[in-house]
């Protein structure tokens, strides 16, 4: 029996983010996944070790990795259209998760218990909101890369996403702000080398 599930994680790479902006560089869903699990790592370990926390950093890490498999099924609809209205918003929550559940159905019964939790995540957990944090924080930080080669189509964007993650109260998401954010806006020769 052929099982499909690893074909269509490949296939995340052919998803394009930012549709509806003009960027400097393409940006697929399997290099941001990547990006968000880095992120999503360093927050549940800022939690855990500066905060007092005790989030699983594995299941931060795999829910990151996982989140935006449904989008190989019903692609990367534009943030503007998602938030249109909550009534497209909470149908779209749905076919996401219809997609994900088809996902791991491409999954050999052996490994589905092992696999298929951190593609149907559970949203209400603390591990979950890291992820969500760290989602927005590769957006913001897309927003510092165009906006550095001059591409000020982002320059609102980054406002919107730089509130929204302040208004998250999250203390990780404040140092991570803090200590790591400033040195994207620098150009490589700018950044201290070991």
Not at 2 to 11: E, I, N, Q
Not at 50 to 56: A, P, Q, T
Not at 110 to 131: C, G, H, N, R, T
């Amino acid at each position: 029996m052929r099982y499909d599930f690893y074909a269509y994680m490949d296939r995340m790479k052919y998803i394009k983010r930012w549709q509806l902006m003009r960027s400097q560089r393409e940006e697929n869903i399997m290099e941001q996944s990547q990006g968000v699990a880095m992120i999503a790592h360093a927050l549940a370990v800022i939690r855990n070790k500066i905060f007092g926390g005790s989030v699983s950093v594995e299941k931060t890490v795999l829910y990151a990795m996982y989140h935006e498999t449904s989008e190989v099924i019903t692609g990367d609809l534009p943030t503007p259209v998602k938030y249109y209205n909550h009534s497209i918003h909470g149908a779209y929550k749905e076919l996401e998760r219809g997609a994900a559940e088809k996902l791991t159905q491409t999954l050999p019964e052996e490994l589905k218990e092992e696999i298929a939790p951190f593609v149907l995540a559970d949203e209400e957990s603390e591990e979950y909101q890291l992820v969500k944090a760290a989602d927005r924080f590769s957006a913001y930080i897309k927003c510092l890369e165009e906006l550095r080669s001059g591409n000020k189509e982002f320059a609102k964007a980054k406002k919107s996403i730089e509130k929204d993650l302040h208004s998250r109260n999250m203390p990780e998401v404040e140092y991570f702000f803090e200590k790591f954010i400033p040195s994207f806006s620098l150009a490589l020769d700018e950044l201290e080398v070991i």
